[in-house]
């Protein structure tokens, strides 16, 4: 059983920053994509950035220039850093990770979600 568990949302001013972490647990024998969605009140889930296994991301447009997604390959650990932040980044940040456990897979895992919430 793999899980992922996400962790750093909270609230922030306009203009401020938040770190999202998300580590992944389990019996794990290699991890591809790993990335970020956000789903805001009676929106659709969206891809926020992505990070591949050899290093390479891609942002969706709204963000880029004021996140950047990193991953720490030993940990299993991805990461979200959130700078210039706007109120129309509210919304539930998930990580998603394309996992192969026991020879199976990749197999697709998401985390629990954690609240972002920009507001003065």
């Known amino acids: 059983q793999v899980q992922l568990v996400e962790s750093g949302g909270g609230f922030v001013q306009p203009g401020g920053s938040l770190r999202l972490s998300c580590a992944a647990s389990?019996?794990?024998?290699?991890?591809?994509?790993m990335d970020w969605y956000r789903q805001a009140p009676g929106l659709q889930r969206e891809l926020v950035a992505d990070?591949?296994?050899?290093?390479?991301?891609a942002y969706a447009d709204s963000v880029k220039g004021r996140f950047t997604i990193s991953r720490d390959n030993a940990k299993n650990t991805v990461y979200l850093q959130m700078n210039s932040l706007r109120p129309d980044d509210t919304a539930v940040y998930y990580c998603?990770?394309?996992?192969?456990?026991?020879?199976?897979?990749?197999?697709?895992?998401w985390g629990q979600g954690t609240q972002v919430t920009v507001s003065s």
């Open positions: 389990g019996i794990i024998s290699k991890i591809y994509a």
């Open positions: 998603k990770a394309d996992v192969v456990s026991l020879g199976l897979g990749p197999y697709t895992y």
């Open positions: 990070t591949t296994s050899d290093g390479s991301t």
